[in-house]
Each structure stands twice: as structure tokens, then as C-alpha cells.
């Protein structure tokens, strides 16, 4: 018998490459368990926990209240899954930004600034003329800044509602736009187009900011929702002065890049317009250090624990398709009243994560993974059986799926899929096995395909492979 790896797959294109097949909707797990040094667990289920006045835009736990903009409406979101509505903060269609001080929460939506104040439950917006149009507002050290993309601003520090023009600021080290703001370490990060520069409060009677000589990074975001707090760092989806998009790291200086050439190629299959929009946000979840950068049709999935502890990087593509891709209807992460609380980018759906199923909202969704080149060194080779090894029994109630597999010899075309039984709820001895799998000549490619309804990790795939002479 021989162990074929599954963590990761590879197909080809039109173009002169071998590519990466990351896994669908399957998250690899780095884990000794006797039958491998890892396995495929299915990516977490969705669960539908009431609805709201609109489509998720964003969230936030505050002193231990979910609040979340769904569609125009700021509301607060039960545990229970009951909405509230607090007030109207307009919808330009885009995502939100949310942070809070002592008193008030913020929230930068529509191009405006508002503050909700639970103590009086008040929405107010900050009128001011100065203000100008907010794109991104961040809270630090009892100041509420935003950026209109040319200019840094600060509210007075007494007064959130009241802004000097004499007390601007700017990121001027390179002419490109401020896109977006972020907190880290009590430092203010202004990410631009190409570049992003460091701010830290040194006082004054002017701007209070000033910017750290030598923390400069010479890589900027592309869009505003495209950057988050990640491992002690700035996660970003964006690149330096004419160069291609990519996923970085950003910290002390220098921008790490996370994203391999199969992320980048991805990248590259959409508009700047269109990356522009992305969101990343961080999970920090059962050891994992997961970070989620949603595409339009996908979201991709890095997690940089099992990196660490595999020594590769470690990707997943999640959608909320049955066939093909589409739109991952989980965003806007927040860790509240002991579970995971998510809003739906396409419907007023609100839900939480789980890992004891693997559909969302109720619907079934697809899995998919692939192995590595099978090469027999040109001498041909039959494959009397494959087996993948894993936990079954954990399938939908009621349910009895089937999960298939097909091959390719160029990377390109596939061979027609061959179906067998996953096994029915309870039925943990079932073994999956396919006999008479065919030949190759000189080398070939194994892909495994199923659906939420069986809900099966994976451990382990091995091949009885009979070598062949020509």
C-alpha cells in the first residue's frame, strides 16, 4: 500500500505551470493521531440565529453586547438571536467600521461619523464641517481619528463631536491615499495605497500624532475592510509601488508575505475595483490562527498555526455553494456569549459557528480536495484500490451520502467520477473504499468530492498500486 498526501493537491492551466488545489471547504489539521501526522477536518457549519433589518456590513462585542450594522441599522443581537434596532447610520452598501471608548461606541459608515452612548441610548452623528468625509475611524488614547483619504483627523479630546482644522494631519512620506486606519500596540497604523506609515501620541497643541521614523512599510492596503489586527501584526491584502497584489504581514518595518504563488494567482483574477471591497478579519479559534480574506465569490482561509507547525503554508478555500463557487456566507466575526457570532454578506440572516456540522444555514454546501502527482517513473502502474481513512458515522440524520472520486492524467481533464457509500449516521466502522480504479502510464492525479451532508474528517489516503511494464 502506498500513502498518497492529501493536505494539498495539484492540477495545471493553459499556462506552463503545475498549481496548488487547496481544499474546499476542508481545514487541514496538524495532529499525530497514529494514522497520519495530520488529517482534513470539514470546515465549521453555519447555524441561523434570527434575522435582521438588512445585510451583515458589520460587528462588534462592547462590554459583552453583540452590536452589528445590518443594512442601515445599528442593533444589538442576543444570544438568543433577537435584534434590536438602536438607530439608522445610512448604507452606502459598503462594510462598517467599529470601535469603541469608555462611553461611546463609533461607528464610520455612509462617509459619516456616528456615536452610540448605551448610558443614554443616543445615535448621534458628528456634524462637524471640519470632520469631512470619513472613510475609517480608530480610538486611541482618548481620541476618536478618522482619514477622508488625504487627512489624518482628530476630535478634540474633550469633545468627540468637535473637530480643529488646525489639529490635521497627514501621511505624506509617499503622494498615495490614506485608505484605512488601525490600533496596534496603542500605535496608529495609516495604511496607504503603497505605503503605510506609524503614528504615536507624543501630544502638543497640534496634530497629537507624530509619525515613528524608520517604522515605515514600504507596502500599502488596496481597500479599507482589506486589513486587520493578525498575530501581533498588520495583516493586508494590497503590495508596494508597481507590483501585483498580495497577502503581507506587516510589523517593525517589514511586510511578510503570507501569500504563495496559487493566492496570488488567485489575486490576479480580479480587478483592483474589485479587491478594493475585500475584508480580512482575524479568528483566533482551537489553536488555530486563522485569517479570512473574503473574495467575492470565495473567501480563502490562512491559517498560520498549522503553518508554523508544518512548515508550509497552510490554505483552505470556503464557499457556500453546492457546485462551483460562490460568496462564503460567514463575516463579521464576533466572539460573544461564548460562541462566534456571524452575519450573512448577502441576506439579513444572522448565525453562529459550529463544529458539529458542516452546512450553512441549513444548506448543504461541497467539499472538495486533491493529492499530489501519483509518479511511477514512466513504467505505468494499475490501481487496484483506494482508501481513504477516517472517522465516518458523523453524517446528516437521515441521510445516507455519497462522496466520489476522479483522476486526471494532465491536470486539466477528468476522468468520470466514481461514486461510493459515506456510510450512515452511527455506522463509525464503515470503511471507504473503491476497487478497480484504473491505470496510468506515467503519472496521475486523485481528486475526492462530497457535501456537507457527509460530514467526515479525513486522515489518510492509501493506494494498492501494482507496477506495470511497458
Given at each position: 500500500?502506498?500513502?498518497?498526501?492529501?493536505?494539498?493537491?495539484?492540477?495545471?492551466?493553459?499556462?506552463?505551470?503545475?498549481?496548488?488545489?487547496?481544499?474546499?471547504?476542508?481545514?487541514?489539521?496538524?495532529?499525530?493521531?497514529?494514522?497520519?501526522?495530520?488529517?482534513?477536518?470539514?470546515?465549521?457549519?453555519?447555524?441561523?440565529?434570527?434575522?435582521?433589518?438588512?445585510?451583515?456590513?458589520?460587528?462588534?462585542?462592547?462590554?459583552?453586547?453583540?452590536?452589528?450594522?445590518?443594512?442601515?441599522?445599528?442593533?444589538?443581537?442576543?444570544?438568543?438571536?433577537?435584534?434590536?434596532?438602536?438607530?439608522?447610520?445610512?448604507?452606502?452598501?459598503?462594510?462598517?467600521?467599529?470601535?469603541?471608548?469608555?462611553?461611546?461606541?463609533?461607528?464610520?459608515?455612509?462617509?459619516?461619523?456616528?456615536f452610540y452612548d448605551p448610558a443614554?441610548?443616543?445615535?448621534?452623528?458628528?456634524?462637524?464641517?471640519?470632520?469631512?468625509?470619513?472613510?475609517?475611524?480608530?480610538?486611541?488614547?482618548?481620541?476618536?481619528?478618522?482619514?477622508?483619504?488625504?487627512?489624518?483627523?482628530?476630535?478634540?479630546?474633550?469633545?468627540?463631536?468637535?473637530?480643529?482644522?488646525?489639529?490635521?494631519?497627514?501621511?505624506?512620506?509617499?503622494?498615495?491615499?490614506?485608505?484605512?486606519?488601525?490600533?496596534?500596540?496603542?500605535?496608529?497604523?495609516?495604511?496607504?495605497?503603497?505605503?503605510?506609515?506609524?503614528f504615536s501620541n507624543v501630544g502638543?497643541?497640534?496634530?497629537?500624532?507624530?509619525?515613528?521614523?524608520?517604522?515605515?512599510?514600504?507596502?500599502?492596503?488596496?481597500?479599507?475592510?482589506?486589513?486587520?489586527?493578525?498575530?501581533?501584526?498588520?495583516?493586508?491584502?494590497?503590495?508596494?509601488?508597481?507590483?501585483?497584489?498580495?497577502?503581507?504581514?506587516?510589523?517593525?518595518?517589514?511586510?511578510?508575505?503570507?501569500?504563495?504563488?496559487?493566492?496570488?494567482?488567485?489575486?490576479?483574477?480580479?480587478?483592483?475595483?474589485?479587491?478594493?471591497?475585500?475584508?480580512?478579519?482575524?479568528?483566533?479559534?482551537?489553536?488555530?490562527?486563522?485569517?479570512?480574506?473574503?473574495?467575492?465569490?470565495?473567501?480563502?482561509?490562512?491559517?498560520?498555526?498549522?503553518?508554523?507547525?508544518?512548515?508550509?503554508?497552510?490554505?483552505?478555500?470556503?464557499?457556500?455553494?453546492?457546485?462551483?463557487?460562490?460568496?462564503?456566507?460567514?463575516?463579521?466575526?464576533?466572539?460573544?456569549?461564548?460562541?462566534?457570532?456571524?452575519?450573512?454578506?448577502?441576506?439579513?440572516?444572522?448565525?453562529?459557528?459550529?463544529?458539529?456540522?458542516?452546512?450553512?444555514?441549513?444548506?448543504?454546501?461541497?467539499?472538495?480536495?486533491?493529492?499530489?502527482?501519483?509518479?511511477?517513473?514512466?513504467?505505468?502502474?494499475?490501481?487496484?484500490?483506494?482508501?481513504?481513512?477516517?472517522?465516518?458515522?458523523?453524517?446528516?440524520?437521515?441521510?445516507?451520502?455519497?462522496?466520489?472520486?476522479?483522476?486526471?492524467?494532465?491536470?486539466?481533464?477528468?476522468?468520470?467520477?466514481?461514486?461510493?457509500?459515506?456510510?450512515?449516521?452511527?455506522?463509525?466502522?464503515?470503511?471507504?473504499?473503491?476497487?478497480?480504479?484504473?491505470?496510468?502510464?506515467?503519472?496521475?492525479?486523485?481528486?475526492?468530492?462530497?457535501?456537507?451532508?457527509?460530514?467526515?474528517?479525513?486522515?489518510?489516503?492509501?493506494?494498492?498500486?501494482?507496477?506495470?511494464?511497458?
Open positions: 500500500m502506498v500513502q498518497i498526501s492529501i493536505l494539498n493537491g495539484i492540477y495545471t492551466d493553459n499556462g506552463p505551470d503545475f498549481r496548488t488545489s487547496y481544499p474546499v471547504n476542508m481545514v487541514a489539521v496538524p495532529k499525530t493521531n497514529g494514522i497520519s501526522e495530520g488529517f482534513l477536518r470539514p470546515a465549521d457549519g453555519i447555524v441561523a440565529n434570527g434575522t435582521g433589518p438588512g445585510a451583515d456590513r458589520g460587528g462588534i462585542n462592547w462590554s459583552g453586547v453583540c452590536y452589528r450594522v445590518m443594512g442601515s441599522k445599528l442593533v444589538t443581537v442576543s444570544s438568543a438571536g433577537n435584534v434590536t434596532v438602536l438607530g439608522d447610520v445610512g448604507n452606502d452598501g459598503l462594510l462598517v467600521t467599529l470601535d469603541y471608548s469608555f462611553e461611546l461606541l463609533g461607528i464610520a459608515s455612509n462617509g459619516n461619523l456616528f443614554t441610548s443616543i445615535l448621534a452623528q458628528n456634524t462637524d464641517p471640519d470632520l469631512g468625509v470619513v472613510i475609517d475611524v480608530v480610538w486611541v488614547d482618548g481620541y476618536w481619528m478618522t482619514t477622508d483619504g488625504e487627512f489624518i483627523v482628530v476630535t478634540e479630546l474633550n469633545n468627540p463631536f468637535a473637530v480643529n482644522p488646525l489639529k490635521y494631519g497627514s501621511s505624506e512620506v509617499d503622494p498615495d491615499p490614506v485608505v484605512a486606519l488601525l490600533k496596534l500596540r496603542n500605535e496608529v497604523y495609516a495604511l496607504n495605497r503603497n505605503t503605510i506609515e506609524v502638543g497643541d497640534l496634530f497629537p500624532f507624530q509619525r515613528i521614523e524608520g517604522a515605515q512599510i514600504e507596502d500599502g492596503a488596496i481597500g479599507t475592510q482589506g486589513c486587520c489586527n493578525f498575530m501581533e501584526s498588520v495583516a493586508f491584502l494590497g503590495g508596494g509601488f508597481n507590483e501585483a497584489p498580495g497577502i503581507y504581514m506587516g510589523v517593525n518595518a517589514i511586510a511578510n508575505k503570507i501569500s504563495t504563488q496559487e493566492i496570488d494567482d488567485i489575486l490576479l483574477e480580479y480587478t483592483e475595483t474589485q479587491l478594493s471591497l475585500v475584508k480580512l478579519e482575524a479568528r483566533n479559534d482551537r489553536a488555530h490562527e486563522f485569517l479570512y480574506v473574503h473574495l467575492p465569490d470565495k473567501t480563502l482561509l490562512f491559517d498560520a498555526a498549522a503553518t508554523e507547525q508544518i512548515k508550509q503554508p497552510v490554505w483552505t478555500i470556503l464557499t457556500s455553494s453546492i457546485v462551483g463557487d460562490s460568496r462564503y456566507r460567514a463575516q463579521n466575526f464576533v466572539w460573544c456569549f461564548d460562541k462566534w457570532l456571524v452575519g450573512d454578506p448577502t441576506t439579513s440572516n444572522i448565525g453562529y459557528m459550529v463544529k458539529d456540522i458542516s452546512s450553512h444555514y441549513g444548506d448543504a454546501v461541497r467539499w472538495e480536495f486533491g493529492t499530489t502527482i501519483v509518479y511511477a517513473e514512466g513504467r505505468g502502474a494499475i490501481f487496484n484500490s483506494l482508501e481513504l481513512v477516517g472517522l465516518t458515522g458523523s453524517v446528516a440524520f437521515g441521510e445516507d451520502p455519497t462522496i466520489n472520486t476522479s483522476y486526471s492524467v494532465d491536470g486539466q481533464n477528468w476522468s468520470q467520477q466514481k461514486f461510493i457509500n459515506a456510510g450512515t449516521i452511527g455506522q463509525r466502522a464503515k470503511r471507504l473504499v473503491w476497487f478497480q480504479q484504473g491505470w496510468m502510464r506515467n503519472w496521475r492525479i486523485q481528486r475526492f468530492q462530497g457535501t456537507s451532508d457527509a460530514h467526515i474528517p479525513f486522515a489518510r489516503l492509501e493506494a494498492a498500486i501494482e507496477p506495470m511494464a511497458f
